[in-house]
Nanobody
Framework: EVQLVESGGDLVQAGGSLRLSCAAS????????IGWFRRAPGKEREGVSC????????YYADAVKGRFTISRDNAKTTVYLQMTNLKPEDTAIYYC????????????????WGQGIWVSVSS
């Protein structure tokens, strides 16, 4: 059974920081990608960031470049999303996703999804 468990969502004031965690388990991929996506109220789902397991290659959406940082803890198969200088427009449900080698910024490239976690940024 593949499991993706997000944690760290909370309410935070604009300009504040928050760190999301994604713990992945039960999968058989030797080379894979873990990505973060979000769906804001009234908007479609968008890719936020992702990281590859082999070389640590990363992707960031333009809206979060310079503010968000993705990292990995290979020993525990955990991926983090450090979010700084948060803005009200960052308010959304954030999802962690697992895909095979080559998965990148599009949702359809991923095979497994976490339940999502709420991030609310107040002005």
């Amino acid at each position: 059974e593949v499991q993706l468990v997000e944690s760290g969502g909370d309410l935070v004031q604009a300009g504040g920081s928050l760190r999301l965690s994604c713990a992945a388990s039960g999968f058989t991929y030797d080379d894979y990608t873990i990505g973060w996506f979000r769906r804001a109220p009234g908007k479609e789902r968008e890719g936020v960031s992702c990281i590859g397991s082999r070389y640590g290659s990363t992707y960031y959406a333009d809206a979060v470049k310079g503010r968000f940082t993705i990292s990995r803890d290979n020993a525990k198969t955990t991926v983090y999303l450090q979010m700084t200088n948060l803005k009200p427009e960052d308010t959304a449900i954030y999802y962690c996703a697992l895909g095979p080698r080559g998965a990148w910024s599009a949702p359809h490239e991923y095979d497994y999804w976490g339940q999502g976690i709420w991030v609310s940024v107040s002005s």
